[in-house]
């Protein structure tokens, strides 16, 4: 590697799957994106790659071939962020993926990329080399949100509906807390398997990640519910007084997305109900 690609630093997880973490523009605290990549003979499968930047792509490139790989057989996107696909589609045009491999990424997020960017229905099955990778739907973070699920090794990779570097944002038009609960509940199901975050250190027991994860999301829930007890607030109200001095630059937005998601839920459940206050020109929110 050259020395301007020093941070380039894959990491192997299992046997056929490596981390490494890509700077890319995401969201503060996170200031790099995993990319994985799912090994097997001479064949490999890259999964969210969100850096377009020439140097890396060269880079994972000269490493792949340093590993034996002869093909990339396909680009997998989790979801269709930016920080999560941006380097995906000029992968397909290096000698490694000279055969054009596919794009896969669920369709209800591959309609949201842009229109330039050739994208194909991820199947629920697909093979690297002589490896089952399994692509679960598991809406939450987006509605078309995917899960990378590598048997033998008793890996998933979870995009952004968990992380190990902060927390999960979850708010319209992209995400749906009460999808996102069902995810978690499925997540809580994988008995002694590791996840790969989207963000973040790999997660070592990620039943244990998603009940701490679903606990958190209803302990805001129940903070959300005192809040509104003592008088009517506006997301706004509700985002500052909950995440007071916590929340880094310019992640004022993902708070009140956030707790948005919360109150269309409990809007859903009949716990709250909410009003238009024309003063502030927004909703208010009280208790049911």
């Known amino acids: 590697m050259t020395s301007s690609m020093t941070s380039f630093n894959p990491e192997r997880m299992t046997p056929h ?18 990319t994985y990549v799912i090994v097997d003979g001479g064949c490999a499968a890259v999964v969210d790659l969100g850096s377009a930047d020439a140097q890396i792509r060269s880079a994972l490139c000269e490493w792949l071939m340093a590993m034996g790989v002869q093909r990339i057989q396909a680009v997998i ?7 999560h ?34 994208w194909t229905e991820a199947p629920r099955q697909m093979a690297v080399g002589t490896l089952a990778v399994h692509l679960w739907h598991a809406p939450g973070h987006t509605h078309g949100h995917l899960h990378v699920w590598v048997e033998s090794d008793q890996l998933v990779l979870v995009g952004d509906n968990l992380s190990g570097d902060g927390t999960v944002w979850v708010g319209p038009p992209d995400g749906h807390m009460e999808a996102y609960f069902h995810t978690l509940e499925h997540l809580k199901t994988l008995r002694d398997v590791q996840a790969g975050p989207g963000h973040g250190d790999p997660l070592p027991n990620v039943a244990q990640a ?31 007084a909950l995440y007071a001095g916590q929340l880094a630059a310019g992640a004022e937005f993902v708070a009140q997305r956030t707790v948005q998601a919360h109150l269309l839920r409990l809007l859903d459940v009949g716990a709250v109900r909410r009003s238009w206050d024309p003063v502030q020109h927004s909703f208010t929110y009280t208790v049911s």
């Open 17 to 34: 799957v490596w981390r490494i973490p890509i700077p890319t523009r995401t969201l503060p605290p996170a200031s790099a994106t995993n």
């Open 210 to 240: 998603a009940a701490a994860l679903r606990q958190r999301r209803a302990m805001r829930e129940e903070q959300i519910l005192q809040l509104l007890h003592q008088r009517p607030l506006t997301v706004r109200d509700i985002s500052r």
């Open 85 to 118: 696909v941006d380097g995906l589609a000029p992968l397909a045009h290096t000698d490694l993926a000279r055969e054009a491999p596919p794009l896969y990424i669920h369709r209800l997020d591959g309609v949201r990329l842009p229109a330039h960017v050739a």
């Open 77 to 83: 996107a989790t979801h269709y962020h930016a920080d």
